[in-house]
């Protein structure tokens, strides 16, 4: 927990994100579900989409437990192994965004997806309070935030960072994908988060792994002290000599 505690400090001193960093954990049952957490059906009486939850928990500030009963989204049902992939897999869905089936069953089979029956429950919490460990950091911002978290998680690597986008489906990168790859990756939002989740237009969602939650603070503050960007970000322009046209000029007195 001391990971989880330095990497919010991190993002709140030099980030400023906007809303709540948030924690999610991937549980296979028979743990502790944490005090005060929220069944999204039994508080709201009626399932969610998960991109949903992690708004609620960025926003909010609720700590929400996703059982399978608890999902309203067909993807991440899918996503999570909580049921066959085998219908979305043939790709009749992913027409909606392709030319064809055959084009879209080389896109659902591109999606990362946990084990079949592996998993029992998504536990989402913003750092700020979270009773649990995580097993990834989900951060939203605005381009230039996740510019600095990208320069923070190369810090270490230094051959770049990788992004998992199709448009859509992004709940699978930091779900199933992180598991994977135990990489960070950064996501631009799609379609059903911005209508489900209510993601704005200027946000973009970095992925980071616990593993790898004390290298991107180490990073953060290594780049920042260097002075070679910082959040917010200096423009140079400001110290320099404006030049106003001619005629406001010739308001002064000479």
Known sequence: MDDVK??????GKHLRIATFPVGIKISGGGEQIPPKAR????ALGHPLALCQGVTIARIYKWTLVFSKED?????????????????YLQG????????????????????????EGSVSEVWISPLESIQFNP??????????????LI???????GTGINSRSAGRGGCSAWLAGIRQTGECTYIVPGGG???????????????????????????LEYVRKQGATKYPVPIFGVLAEPKFPEKYKSIIPK
């Open 92 to 115: 009749h869905a992913s027409t909606l965004y392709v030319e064809n089936q055959e084009i879209g069953k080389k896109m659902e089979a591109a999606f990362p997806m946990m084990p």
């Open 39 to 42: 069944s999204p059906k039994q």
């Open 6 to 11: 330095a990497l919010n400090d991190a993002l």
């Open 135 to 148: 097993d990834v950091a989900i951060v939203y911002g605005m381009p230039g935030q996740i510019v600095a």
């Open 71 to 87: 999902h309203v989204c067909p993807g991440a049902l899918v996503y999570l192994g909580h049921v066959s992939p085998e219908l």
């Open 151 to 157: 320069q923070a998680a190369n810090f270490r690597k």
């Open 193 to 219: 988060e911005k209508i489900f989740g209510g993601t704005q237009d200027h946000e973009m969602a970095f992925a980071i792994p616990l593993s790898k939650f004390r290298d991107v603070v180490e990073g």
